[in-house]
């Protein structure tokens, strides 16, 4: 089993990956195209990326059988269970479930507002390649 655990603030979104207790990967990345959008919209962004590292991640390990995604926003959860989103993010959360359904294994979806991945969500959690800063 795996626990995928996504996070927002204002500016960044994070997405941490653990198994067997052990962080195996982690994202950061700036919301700019959403500074000024609900937080919603941020919301979605943030899971269609956890999406994305989940599904690489198990096209490598293929031997994960069960993944629980963790995230702060209880409203997107609530839209995940039900199938149905309100219609402003169709859109982005149509886009979502067609990700998760590419995910071959069993899943569920928790309520954290403390989830892991908030302590990497800002700008200290954004790691730079060490050629980059030369």
Same mark, same amino acid.
């Not at 962080?23 to 609900?38: F, G, P, Q, V």
């Not at 390649?129 to 030369?134: G, I």
């Given at each position: ?6 996070? +927002?603030?204002? /500016? ?17 990345? #700036?919301? #700019? ?6 937080? +919603? ?14 599904? +690489? ?7 994960? /059988? ?15 269970? #039900? ?9 982005? +959360? ?41």
């Amino acid at each position: 089993m795996i626990t995928v655990s996504f996070g +927002f603030t204002k /500016d960044y979104c994070a997405v941490v990956l653990i198994r067997d207790g052990k962080m195996e990967k982690n994202i950061t990345s #700036r919301l #700019r195209e959403y500074d000024n959008n609900s937080t +919603f919209l941020r919301a979605l962004e943030c899971m269609r990326r956890a999406m994305n590292l989940t599904k +690489f991640y198990i096209d490598e390990n293929p031997d994960v /059988d069960e993944i629980v995604f963790e995230c702060n926003n209880n409203t997107v959860i609530n839209w995940v269970k #039900r199938g149905y989103s309100k219609d402003e993010y169709d859109d982005l +959360f149509f886009e979502c479930l067609l990700k998760l359904h590419e995910i071959p294994v069993k899943y569920s979806f928790k309520h954290n507002p403390k989830t892991v991945a908030l302590k990497y969500a800002n700008k200290n959690g954004i790691r730079e390649d060490k050629l980059e800063r030369l």
